[in-house]
T-cell receptor
């Protein structure tokens, strides 16, 4: 079945550590996105990529980094510079930049900083 | 002021009730309007997608857009316990870059049997 796989589902980190969240899709989508979701809040865009080896900052990119070396993969690193990293992180993809407006989401990764 | 304001909820209704979920927005350039459903600890899934003003129906769900009032609604008829979830409205200017849509904060709905 096609879809988006995020891992790990739950992650605990000590302050000062970097962590990397994995996102893999087998939908052959061009565009991929990372969002952060805090309780009672909507989705805030961290980074997005429309094509391999290219990505753009979203609204809240500070303290995060990404790479897009393969079409299928778009990992997110939460660095120690991110002041409040505890959150639910969602990865999404869409068919292409000129296509319909549907986003396909993974099941999310919940990061807790101890 | 946020570009998209969503009725905060939470909302609790008995099974079979008609539910109305609402969002207002300030950017008149928005043309594409979406509703996503998000079950607890899961990613959102697209429920309805509409363009410009008007109504769109899909089974028990009806999406309504009033661009003159900058107001969108999602109606759920004959609500079921399986409809219990958080509903997110989203909107965008273009039919591209779906991921750059602006999202509301979500309304959590509980349908009691």
């Amino acid at each position: 079945d096609g879809g988006i796989t995020q891992s790990p589902k739950y992650l605990f980190r000590k302050e000062g550590q970097n962590v990397t969240l994995s996102c893999e899709q087998n939908l052959n989508h061009d565009a991929m996105y990372w969002y952060r979701q805090d309780p009672g809040q909507g989705l805030r865009l961290i980074y997005y990529s429309q094509i391999v080896n290219d990505f753009q900052k979203g609204d809240i990119a500070e303290g995060y980094s990404v790479s897009r070396e393969k079409k299928e993969s778009f990992p997110l690193t939460v660095t120690s510079a991110q002041k409040n990293p505890t959150a639910f992180y969602l990865c999404a993809s869409s068919l292409d930049t000129l296509g319909a407006g549907e986003l396909f989401f993974g099941e999310g990764s919940r990061l807790t900083v101890l | 002021q946020k570009e998209v304001e969503q009725d905060p909820g939470p909302l609790s209704v008995p099974e079979g009730a008609i539910v109305s979920l609402n969002c207002t927005y300030s950017n008149s350039a928005f043309q594409y309007f979406m509703w996503y459903r998000q079950y607890s600890r899961k990613g959102p899934e697209l429920l309805m997608y509409t363009y410009s003003s008007g109504n769109k129906e899909d089974g028990r769900f009806t999406a309504q857009v009033d661009k003159s009032s900058k107001y969108i609604s999602l109606f759920i008829r004959d609500s079921q316990p399986s409809d219990s979830a958080t509903y997110l409205c989203a909107m965008s200017r273009y039919n591209t870059n779906a991921g750059k849509s602006t999202f509301g904060d979500g309304t959590t709905l509980t349908v009691k049997p």
